[in-house]
């Protein structure tokens, strides 16, 4: 029986992680639920699955949980604040620790579940885009398993060779470079003008997959792509221009690694996240989802289209900032979660996304990244500057 803790429970990945773990009593056991406000669905959460600890990141939201619970007779301990998420990440009682907060709130519980070398299902791609380097030295040298549950890293996990995956490095191993697929979003088909007046409603709705808010502007302009690039680089130890995006608007063939003899493995499946997160869970073995079979003759094409930086600046943004190194992604990566707020809000355009982002990547200076207070001091740096000049 494994035990696990589930940082990010209320959120799109935490209820998929928790579909997936309820048709597997036998095998999984939940020691750990969190979140940060969303006490009613934190309550049902609790009743069906009784784990022993429940945080709350909002001492408030803890208080009403903790009278909720005791008035439905569960013992479940609540707890609140950003040192319980780190508590329940690295405790003796739990051996995989799935990260799915989002954004760079996810990095410190993450990092803690890596110092105390846990099997890490990791959803958070922030961290790694953050402080790369830094989680992947803390995962080496603490003996942590990084198990990837993005689709399209779990996808190239799977096309690597079985047994070999946990080395992180794949540059000059065979592998001539991957391909990451990109929907390309909601506005795959839009000219650039009429990018210009689109609105939050109409970036939240994607076509393919049913994702949280964030990750859903994210996929629209296509930074959720240029993240995975450099989630990929640090995953995979491959160099920039190994790394490759191409449009694939039927999300089927969720990435492939292409060998040096000429062979391209892909892996395949319907857009449904329970898959990359049963396969993470059960790995190296395989375990039943819940996703239904893929219909290759309902699906009847798969197309493939180029990923045109001119029409998804956000995408060039990031392959620039991983060229430039250090606390560069970290940077754009601040400056993407304060103007992707900033227009869920209706504060800016969408296409002032990129144009935010571009100026605080052009005003800053990054630093080595080498420790965390360097990574922390400029994802603070860069948010405010995001912020003036969204103002
Ligand atoms: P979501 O917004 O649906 O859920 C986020 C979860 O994190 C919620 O449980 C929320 O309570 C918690 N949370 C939010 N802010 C927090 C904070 N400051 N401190 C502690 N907890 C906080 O997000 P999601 O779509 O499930 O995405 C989660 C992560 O997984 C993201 O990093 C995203 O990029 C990644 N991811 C998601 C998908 C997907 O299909 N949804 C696919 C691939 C990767
Ligand atoms: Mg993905």
Not at 32 to 61: H, K
Not at 113 to 131: F, P, Q, W
Not at 257 to 267: M, T
Not at 338 to 358: N, P, W
Request: glycine share 6%; hydrophobic share 45%; charged share 20%.
């Amino acid at each position: 029986m494994q035990s696990v803790t589930l940082l990010g429970s209320t959120g799109s990945i935490g209820v998929s992680t928790l579909d997936v773990l309820a048709r597997h009593p036998d095998k999984y056991r939940v020691y750990a639920l969190t979140a940060n406000r969303s006490v009613a669905i934190m309550v049902e959460q609790c009743c069906q699955f009784e784990p022993d600890i429940a945080v709350m990141l909002d001492e408030q939201s803890a208080d009403k949980l903790a009278v909720e619970l005791k008035s439905k007779g569960l013992t479940t301990q609540v707890l609140s604040g950003l040192s319980a998420l780190e508590r329940v990440a690295d405790s003796d009682e739990t051996d995989y620790v799935v990260a799915a907060i989002v954004g760079a709130a996810g990095l410190l519980p993450t990092l803690a579940a890596a110092r105390a070398g846990k099997h890490i299902l990791l959803a958070n791609k922030e961290a790694l885009v953050m402080s790369g380097g830094l989680f992947m030295r803390e995962v080496e040298a603490n003996n942590a398993t990084l198990l990837p549950v993005d689709s399209e890293h779990n996808a190239i996990w799977q096309c690597l060779p079985v047994g070999e995956q946990q080395k992180y490095n794949y540059d000059g191993k065979g592998v001539r470079r991957i391909i990451l697929t990109a929907s390309g979003g909601p506005f795959r088909d839009y000219d650039l003008a009429a990018l210009e007046h689109v609105t939050p409603e109409q970036a939240v709705a994607h076509p393919n997959w049913s994702m949280g808010q964030k990750i859903s502007v994210d996929s629209a302009t296509m930074m959720n792509k240029g993240l995975e690039v450099i989630e990929a680089r640090w995953l995979f130890g491959l160099k920039t221009e190994q790394i490759e995006v191409i449009l694939h608007r039927q999300s089927i063939i969720h990435s492939m690694v292409d060998y040096d003899d000429g062979s391209v493995l892909a892996q395949m499946g319907n857009p449904d996240m329970r898959t990359p997160i049963a396969n993470a869970l059960s790995w190296p073995d395989r375990i039943d989802s819940g996703v239904a079979p893929l219909d290759l003759v309902a699906v009847a094409r798969l197309d493939f289209a180029e990923a045109d930086h001119q029409h998804f600046p956000c995408l060039a943004l990031a392959y620039q900032a991983l060229e430039a190194g250090g606390t560069s992604t970290a940077i754009l990566n601040a400056a993407n979660e304060v103007a992707v707020e900033a227009f869920l809000q209706s504060k800016i355009k969408f296409t002032d996304i990129a144009r935010t982002i571009a100026h605080v990547l052009s005003v800053m200076t990054p630093s080595s990244g080498d420790t965390l207070e360097q990574v922390l001091a400029d994802d603070k740096q860069s948010r405010k500057l995001a912020e003036e000049f969204i103002r």
